[in-house]
């Protein structure tokens, strides 16, 4: 099956799903990785709040597309029930952490003084580090794993089932920070490809088929 039998849509979700979870991660300033007293500082502070909110907002939104991928590879793909799986496992991981991450400021807005003044820094720095592993990594974890079914099951155009296979590790170790932005390219790569292929006669799977 090549890129021309998988739906468009499934393109536009995993290109939204890429974008919208990279730019809430980055754009948000969620502490973690090396701790900096200045980092969380920023990140909690008045004028901060809104934009991080939003921003994971955003994120948990983005996330949704991952939904759309899913159904169309469930439709179209002979581990489709497998990819389907993988692709609610991911959004529901990733709405979460989103929340976790951009609900730290929300605690911080609505406690008032008692909660900006007694949180201590290292206890926000621990939330936005596990706001950022459940909002990023464990979802690139469960879409990694799709990407290596894909990379192996599917009939995608060579480079493409390559670039999938070394996307999928790296989605796989996100939590190593470097991987993940190789985990990222693909997504747009993979998404920007799929949108633009061109299409064959639509080949739906029957549920029979899928295991023949």
Do not use: K
Request: charged share 10%; hydrophobic share 55%; net charge neutral.
């Amino acid at each position: 099956m090549s890129a021309s039998t998988i739906p468009r849509s499934a393109g536009a979700g995993l290109l939204v799903y890429g974008l919208g979870t990279a730019v809430a991660y980055l754009g948000s300033g969620t502490p973690g990785g090396s701790y900096r007293p200045t980092m969380i500082h920023d990140y909690v502070a008045r004028g901060h709040w809104a934009t991080a909110f939003v921003l994971w907002y955003v994120g948990a939104l983005a996330a949704l597309g991952l939904l759309v991928v899913g159904a169309a590879l469930r439709r179209t793909q002979r581990d489709g029930d497998l990819l389907w799986g993988l692709s609610v496992g991911a959004t529901a991981i990733s709405v979460t952490g989103a929340f976790v991450a951009g609900g730290i400021e929300v605690a911080v807005a609505e406690g008032g003084h008692v909660v900006q003044s007694g949180v201590s820094a290292p206890v926000v720095y621990a939330l936005g580090e596990i706001g950022n592993l459940l909002a990023v990594c464990a979802p690139a974890l469960l879409v990694g794993v799709a990407a290596l079914v894909l990379a192996a099951r599917s009939a995608l155009p060579g480079w493409l089932r390559a670039f999938s296979a070394v996307a999928g590790v790296c989605g796989i170790l996100a939590p190593l920070f470097l991987t993940y932005f190789v985990f990222t390219l693909w997504t747009v790569v993979a998404g920007i490809t799929l949108m633009a292929a061109r299409r064959d006669a639509a080949r739906v799977l029957e549920p029979d088929a899928a295991f023949a």
